[in-house]
């Protein structure tokens, strides 16, 4: 019997590509940038640390010095940056092959004590600029019958977390956009994957505020390495969606067969306990 269309992997041209990569300056972008290098033509380093950016190209040019690489700081917090990035891009006659929407971030705590611009700033993150990006590249990608775009969601794409509510919001986004899209694309011969980590040792938490004192347990937290590895394989199989790291694999197996209700009751149980330890922290 033959499989659906949309089961279907189709492998994605990664030699010899341009590749656009958001959030190259540390973590999971940074590890997929080292994958990508030995096998482009050109990466696109996108972040707003500079320096960092630079360090990443020098290393990456010296050690394959045909690779072309770009520098280009942008804020992606602010739309308007993620516009004049593409417009930079295509003044310069840059296609993008394969575009990688890797830069995001966490706001943790409790919606009502939570700073207004900081939810908008990460919405404009991890949403906006998200969709405003592929919306630029996939024109491309369609009349050249080539190309693939990477999404970097979450396990929170796919459960619920406590004290998360509005990051939850954007990866539920990122999940529903990248597997919708992926079915949109079913025939012009560009493949969407998306990838839903679990916890990854990055800047991530700590850029969230983890106010909670608890550390993850080491045996469900995975490298940036390995969550990239995961990724990049995925991604250059076509796959529609990978969860790095075997724990993460069978806990979202189980998440996928959990009845909603009951999600619902232990995230709110585990929202009353992180609740009262914000209140205590953050009067
Ligand atoms: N770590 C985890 O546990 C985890 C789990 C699930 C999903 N994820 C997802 O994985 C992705 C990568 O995060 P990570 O874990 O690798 O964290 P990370 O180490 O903090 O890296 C985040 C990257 O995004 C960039 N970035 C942040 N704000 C930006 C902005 N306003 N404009 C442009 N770039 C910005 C950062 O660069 P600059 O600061 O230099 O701008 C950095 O390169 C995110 O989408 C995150 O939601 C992470």
Redesign the pocket.
Known sequence: MSRPPIARASSVAIDGATVLL?????????ELAKLFAPRVARLVL????KE?LEALAKELRAARPSLEVDVEV????VVDEAIALVARLAERGVEVDVLVN?????VMGMLDKADPARIR?MID??VTSLVALTQACVPGMVARAKGGILN?S???GLTLMPAFAAYVGT?HFVTGFSDALRCDLSGTGVTVTQVC????A????E?AGNFTGMKVPAFVEIS?KSCAKSAFSAFARGRAMVVPGFVMGIVMAFVAVTPRWLVLAYTAIAARMLRKKENALRP
Do not use: Y
């Not at 980590?197 to 990854?200: A, K, L, N, Q």
């Open positions: 958001t959030g190259a300056s540390s973590g999971i972008g940074l996108v972040a707003r640390r960092r942008a804020d992606l917090g890797n830069a995001g971030v966490g700033a993150l991890n970097i979450s396990g929170a990866k980590p679990g916890p990854v990055t800047e991530f938490e850029t940036a």
